[in-house]
């Protein structure tokens, strides 16, 4: 039996991904953060599966990362954890680098001492790209983010490379282009568009407060992203690759869409400007161009962006109806 371990196993990604390996078969470890009130509400499904185990340690502890890879002996290292929401980074670049960017360096480094031989997938991101030098983004597209959570994702994926030729390590980076789903945290755009529809569709609000609705984005579906994750860890030999839908759309569009999947006539009638909302550095374009990862991973998207704001807002229908 295979063992993976996966930082991050509460997150949207991390519940995917331990669901995609639990049903190939594998033994899967998810390290959390001890804290008083724990979260175990994406995968709260899987806790009586019992080659699920969760094991505490935090990003910022050295000897917390680098002992049970030690003790466990993992096949696959998927590092997912970070601070991830962009505009909080701002209000926290400090604990952003922390987490984000030496997080990573951390892991790296229990993997290197701890279980050398184990294949490691860092989750870098689009974010990376920021004021784009090129349309679409490739592996080869240069970096320029825009935010503190950019720039730390841009020493992430770095120093993976590096340790990859340093030590040579079998080290992925997987640059993730947007990936939503119906278990996204309330602070991301699509969740709250989907959310703030469902509760205007229901009279328990009357306005969708957002920040700027001409931002584009390549959104794609989280469970589509996490199998690309698993595959590039199948591989003979590591490399990185782009994961991306190649369309781009509008924040308006996904509140068009959102309200049409909602049987809301006039979404300007539900939309409200918040300018707390607006990133003090916006990033105004990304779509990725993934035909690498389509010919070497043989991995394409399999959810389209209608059905994927469809899927999101029918789950948000679902949950505040029930509430």
Not at 109 to 117: D, H, K, N, S, T
Not at 136 to 153: C, D
Request: charged share 25%; glycine share 6%; hydrophobic share 35%.
């Amino acid at each position: 039996m295979k063992k993976a371990f996966i930082t991050g196993i509460t997150g949207q990604d991390g519940s995917y991904l331990a669901e995609l390996l639990l049903d190939k078969g594998y033994e899967v470890y998810g390290l959390t953060r001890r804290t008083s009130t724990q979260n175990f509400a994406r995968i709260s499904h899987l806790m009586d599966n019992h080659n699920l185990k969760l094991v505490s340690g935090d990003l910022i502890d050295q000897n917390s990362l680098t002992y049970p890879l030690q003790k466990i002996q993992p096949d696959e290292v998927y590092n997912l954890a970070a601070q991830s929401f962009v505009q909080t980074s701002w209000e926290q670049p400090v604990l952003t680098g922390e987490f984000t960017a030496i997080g990573v360096v951390r892991m790296l480094e229990a993997v290197r001492l701890a279980c050398p031989q184990a294949k490691f997938y860092q989750a870098s991101s689009s974010e990376m790209f920021g004021k784009v030098r090129s349309v679409p983004q490739t592996e080869e597209t240069s970096f320029y983010p825009r935010s503190p959570y950019g720039v730390a994702k841009v020493y992430g994926h770095w120093i993976t490379v590096n340790y990859r030729e340093s030590y040579n390590l079998f080290a992925c980076s997987g640059i993730l282009f947007n990936h939503e789903s119906p278990r996204r945290g309330l602070e991301f755009v699509t969740r709250k568009i989907a959310n703030g529809v469902a509760r205007v569709k229901l009279g328990k609000q009357s306005h969708v407060e957002l920040g700027n609705l001409e931002s584009k984005r390549d959104w794609g579906f989280a469970k589509d992203y996490v199998e690309a994750m698993w595959l590039m860890l199948q591989q003979e030999s590591p490399d990185d690759y782009v994961i991306a839908t190649g369309e781009t759309h509008a924040v308006q569009e996904f509140l068009q869409v959102a309200c049409d999947e909602a049987g809301i006539p006039d979404w300007q009638a539900v939309y409200k400007h918040n300018p707390a909302y607006d990133r003090p550095a916006e990033v105004d374009l990304l779509v990725g161009d993934s035909s690498k990862a389509e010919r070497a991973l043989g991995w394409k998207p399999k959810v389209q962006f209608k059905e994927l704001v469809r899927l999101m807002v029918q789950a948000e229908l679902a949950r505040e109806s029930k509430s």
